[in-house]
């Protein structure tokens, strides 16, 4: 085992090192993928070495989420010294239902949610740790289903038709988790937004209007703070104001803009954040924590616990409701999340995370102003936070996004800006200089150019 660890250890070295010193990494086709070595599974067991190799061939050959050309998605680049709480996790091997299992590890957890629910002005707040801010969307709004109808979680919705209310820049897991909690993804309503891509206020109350007469029992508004495409910030104090006019569950779906709370100035995106009930806060997006690493938090912490505790005797032996949050979690077995974040969270402190995010936003402004400034370019819009849409009159976003990662000139993706679908960009890896983005934009222009004719489609 030892030296199986120490030969992992040199292939991470090997990892760091060539996402340093040879970032690009040319897209390798699936069926392309198994050439020179064999993913099967064999009936007889392979030695170390063969196993070690084996592994080596899959790093090489994964495609770098934490290198400095990878602009697709909403997590990059790595935190401080997460990633070492993060194999010490794995070496431990806590199950975090249980103190008597978890030791110290529930109680670090406890102290990212208290900091969290401080962070979102929730004075005695909770929070449990999910594998991904879907799911952590999906525990808001079972609470906001079963305050709606308290007797849900036990009879089923008993004829009534519950509706839930989204803006249609929000998240696809919102509709998806609305056909899983019994509430039916018709019911999950798409409301309109503004120019800014932010939920219509006027818009949304017009439909609980409307569903109110209809006989429907509206429970939740999901307000996203930090869309996924356009990075837009729904105004929670005009929502709140409607789900407190209505008695609704206001639920924050800050699983890509929640980290903002960390930062003095850029925290006020999320004004109004302690009139809501509950908030999602994915530390493995801005944060840089490795997949996953979820929050819900709750400003009430009975609600929590009343809509997920069990008996189960096998499992609750020892210590105290308090010291067992498996009562307060949707699984059984957790991965210890939070140990990874607890670490980078001791390294960086809280003026870290502000750093963190003040170049992130720095980065996005820079892009926006060089995009801006470049005459084969087109930029969507003004970014206000780390997504910047662009185009390239006359081409396909999609085409030059692929033949970037062909090439390995970076890995990006596309999304819709209303009227364009433009190359969405996101700073969201502060290791990235602007010399890097400016890189990215030439190869854009530079790919575009290339395209031939049949490729080129009116953006
Ligand atoms: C706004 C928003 N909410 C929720 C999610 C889902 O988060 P996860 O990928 O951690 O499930 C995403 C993912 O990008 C997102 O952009």
């Known amino acids: 085992m030892d030296s199986v660890l120490a030969e992992i250890l040199t292939i991470a070295d090997e990892l760091l090192r060539t996402e340093k010193e040879s970032p690009r990494a040319p897209k390798i086709r699936a069926e392309d993928m198994a050439l020179g070595f064999d993913l099967s599974l064999p009936a007889t067991g392979k030695s170390e070495a063969e196993v070690l190799d084996l592994l080596r061939q899959v790093v ?15 997590f990059a680049g790595r935190a401080p010294m997460a990633t070492a709480g993060e194999m010490l996790a794995s070496l431990l091997n806590s199950s975090m239902y249980t103190y008597k299992v978890g030791g110290p590890n529930i109680l670090l957890e406890w102290e990212l949610s208290k900091k969290m629910c401080s962070c979102a002005g929730f004075k005695d707040g909770d929070g449990t740790f999910l594998p991904g801010g879907s799911l952590a969307n999906l525990v808001g709004m079972v609470l906001g289903r079963n305050r709606a109808l308290p007797g849900f979680r036990e009879k089923g919705a008993q004829g009534k038709r519950l509706t839930m209310y989204v803006s249609t820049n929000g998240h696809y ?3 998806k988790n609305a056909g899983l909690i019994g509430i ?3 019911n999950c309503i798409d409301v309109a937004v503004d120019e800014n891509g932010r939920m219509d206020p006027a818009a949304l109350q017009r439909q609980i209007e409307r569903d109110l007469k209809e006989g429907a029992l509206p429970a939740v508004v999901i307000a996203t703070s930090g869309t996924t495409v ?18 609704l569950w206001l639920h ?5 803009g929640g980290t903002l709370l960390l930062h003095p100035q850029y925290r006020d995106f999320l004004t109004g954040s302690e009139r809501a009930d509950s908030l999602t806060w994915d530390a493995h997006k801005m944060m840089g924590i490795p997949l996953t690493c979820s929050a819900l938090l709750v400003k009430d912490p009975e609600i929590l616990f009343d809509s997920f505790k069990e008996v189960a005797d096998y499992l609750f032996q020892a210590d105290s409701d ?19 974040l607890w670490t980078a969270w001791q390294r960086l402190g809280d ?25 084969k370019l087109v930029l969507c819009e003004q970014p206000s936070f ?6 390239v009159p006359g081409k396909s976003s999609a085409e030059i996004c692929e033949q970037l990662h062909v090439s390995g000139e970076a890995v990006i993706g596309y999304g819709d800006y209303g009227e364009h679908q433009a190359i969405r960009l996101v700073t969201m890896n502060p290791e990235v200089s602007e010399a890097e983005i400016d890189a990215l934009l030439e190869a854009a222009v530079a790919t575009a150019a290339a395209l031939p004719a049949a490729a080129v489609t009116s953006t």
Request: hydrophobic residues 30%; positive net charge.
């Open 351 to 375: 003026e870290g995370w502000a750093q963190r995010i003040e170049k992130q936003m720095s980065l996005s402004r820079y892009a926006a102003k060089r995009i801006s400034q470049h005459p």
């Open 60 to 74: 090489k050959r994964t495609p770098k989420t934490s290198g400095r050309r990878f602009f697709n998605q909403l």
């Open 252 to 256: 924050i779906d800050g699983a890509v």
């Open 386 to 391: 780390i997504t910047v849409g662009f185009y």
């Open 230 to 247: 356009r990075g837009s910030f729904d105004s929670i104090p005009d929502l709140a104001d409607i789900c407190q006019k209505f008695g």
């Open 322 to 340: 308090h010291l067992n949050p498996g009562n307060r979690s949707i699984q059984c077995g957790r991965r210890n999340d939070a140990l990874k």
């Open 173 to 175: 897991s919102v509709r």
């Open 184 to 186: 039916g993804r018709e």
